[in-house]
């Protein structure tokens, strides 16, 4: 079963890039997971995303056991963060720009970890893990909503 939750943890092998695995697992779900997924309800899409924490949860923490703590590998935590980031959001009139802010607002506030962010780390196994994407994501979304609806006309 360990093999099955490092393979999810690892975004199915994307972990394993050789340069900022989780900038480039971000990049990968920016550029081909919420354009495919983005024309589903907010409704689905919200419920897949809910549905696919426990999961990183479960993965991310018994990755921990074969990886190590946090390891650079385990990536399924952006994919849920890049997710929340996107949740309900049109993307307006310009899309690849709204994808490009997504990715990269999400990039700067899962490497800062503003708001106290970096706290929910502390939490044991896959929830120290995963939590503090999902918060990123969640402040994602927010400056992301303000962020397009300046853009669109």
Do not use: C, Y
């Not at 093999?3 to 695995?21: L, S």
């Not at 044991?124 to 300046?150: E, M």
């Amino acid at each position: 079963m360990r093999k099955v939750a490092i393979a999810i943890a690892t975004g199915f092998g994307i972990g394993f890039a050789p340069v900022a695995p989780a900038t480039v697992a971000s990049f990968a779900v920016a550029l081909l997971l919420i354009p495919a997924v983005g024309h589903v309800s907010p409704l689905v899409w919200g419920l897949a995303t809910l549905a696919l924490v426990p999961v990183a949860v479960w993965s991310a923490g018994e990755a921990e056991h074969g990886l190590g703590t946090d390891a650079k590998p385990i990536v399924i935590d952006e994919v849920v963060g890049m997710l929340v980031g996107g949740w309900g959001v049109a993307m307006g009139s310009r899309p690849l720009v709204s994808l490009a802010l997504l990715f990269v607002l999400f990039r700067v506030f899962d490497i800062w970890k503003p708001l106290g962010i970096h706290r929910s780390q502390r939490l044991p196994g896959g929830w120290g893990v995963v939590i503090d994407d999902v918060l990123a994501g969640v402040l994602t979304n927010v400056v992301l909503r303000v962020a397009v609806g300046w853009l669109s006309p």
